[in-house]
T-cell receptor
Framework: AQSVTQLGSHVSVSEGALVLLRCNYSSSVPPYLFWYVQYPNQGLQLLLKYTSAATLVKGINGFEAEFKKSETSFHLTKPSAHMSDAAEYFCAVITNAGGTSYGKLTFGQGTILTVHP | GAVVSQHPSRVICKSGTSVKIECRSLDFQATTMFWYRQFPKQSLMLMATSNEGSKATYEQGVEKDKFLINHASLTLSTLTVTSAHPEDSSFYIC????????????FGPGTRLTVL
């Protein structure tokens, strides 16, 4: 069974500073990995996804993530934080094993990002 | 493209009543839809997988007789919370997979259910 661990339930940065949100996964087969963002009382918006192509994935709003198999990590970064980045971020994994795991996402606990002026 | 809507966005009901939440894929056909539940300050928990034309598959611990799911067409799935109680108050989110995107889900905006 797959699982996702997000280190740090809250991350606080200053506007213009580097954003680093950590995600580690556990999967017995090559995973598909996702980062989603959720604003208050809204659904989830896909930031980026890794699907076994390039290990460095670029997403929307200047975010990117690097898949590191040796570290079982998929950390999300952004060079310069904006106030509008304040939201909750979820890392998620799909195990591409087919069958009953088809399309089923397992989410991490979420990380709330706060951006200070 | 790949827009998913939910209706209603918010609902308040009395304990013991039933509430229906609709999930629609607006510009694509979805053979599979998912229903999630999110409690305050928590992550999303998958409740069930809904496949068009067949019975939903519920996750362990989810009462299928309480949370009725009907996937009547390729663009509509409904979740009915029967005999709702205050502990059912939560944020319910659906997602859908377009035919050509078997590894990516598109999420609806969510429905906030409050049971008094």
């Amino acid at each position: 069974a797959q699982s996702v661990t997000q280190l740090g339930s809250h991350v606080s940065v200053s506007e213009g500073a580097l954003v680093l949100l950590r995600c580690n996964y556990s999967s017995s087969v090559p995973p598909y990995l996702f980062w989603y963002v959720q604003y208050p009382n809204q659904g989830l918006q896909l930031l980026l996804k890794y699907t076994s192509a390039a290990t460095l994935v670029k997403g929307i709003n200047g975010f990117e993530a690097e898949f590191k198999k040796s570290e079982t990590s998929f950390h999300l970064t952004k060079p310069s934080a904006h106030m509008s980045d304040a939201a909750e971020y979820f890392c998620a994994v799909i195990t591409n094993a087919g069958g009953t795991s088809y399309g089923k996402l397992t989410f991490g606990q979420g990380t709330i990002l706060t951006v200070h002026p | 493209g790949a827009v998913v809507s939910q209706h209603p966005s918010r609902v308040i009901c009395k304990s013991g009543t039933s509430v229906k939440i609709e999930c629609r894929s607006l510009d694509f056909q979805a053979t599979t839809m998912f229903w999630y539940r999110q409690f305050p300050k928590q992550s999303l928990m998958l409740m069930a997988t809904s496949n068009e034309g067949s019975k939903a598959t519920y996750e362990q611990g989810v009462e299928k007789d309480k949370f009725l799911i009907n996937h009547a067409s390729l663009t509509l799935s409904t979740l009915t919370v029967t005999s709702a109680h205050p502990e059912d108050s939560s944020f319910y989110i659906c997602s859908a997979i377009p035919r050509a995107y078997y590894n990516e889900q598109f999420f609806g905006p969510g429905t906030r259910l409050t049971v008094l």
